[in-house]
């Protein structure tokens, strides 16, 4: 009997490689670039302006502030509209994703309000952080 070959068996598929990027954005209610710079650097971060965020696979995607970090997965924040959002791979960056976020919402919602007290003409009267991290400030003007 005659060796018949399928058409089929014969037939290759072309291999393309499918690259797929994981990274992962988080908007915050941030909207001024040069106080989340300031908070970056006072909660110790070295930040790099105007950058590329590196993550898996050599990906990289653009971002305004970038915190690079060791292991090459950076964290990344970048304009999105009238705030920022923070873009990295999370999975490769090894970080507490909640903790990092909290952090620095927290320390620039502080600085906002400071700056905005000034501006407006109080006085800071009182400031205490609480048991559950919660800053409680009271501020008071002269009529």
Known sequence: MP???SPISNYQLPITKLIMSHFTSIKVQIKHGEILHQVLQELGYQVECNAKVRGYNGDRTQAEYVIRQSNGYDLGFRRQGESYEIVADFWGAKINQKQFVNSIT???AHKTLMA?????????????????GTVRVVVGSWV
């Open 3 to 5: 060796n018949a070959q």
């Open 106 to 108: 927290q320390k620039y």
């Open 116 to 132: 905005t007290v000034e501006e407006q003409g109080f006085n800071v009267e009182e400031e205490e952080v609480l048991e559950d």
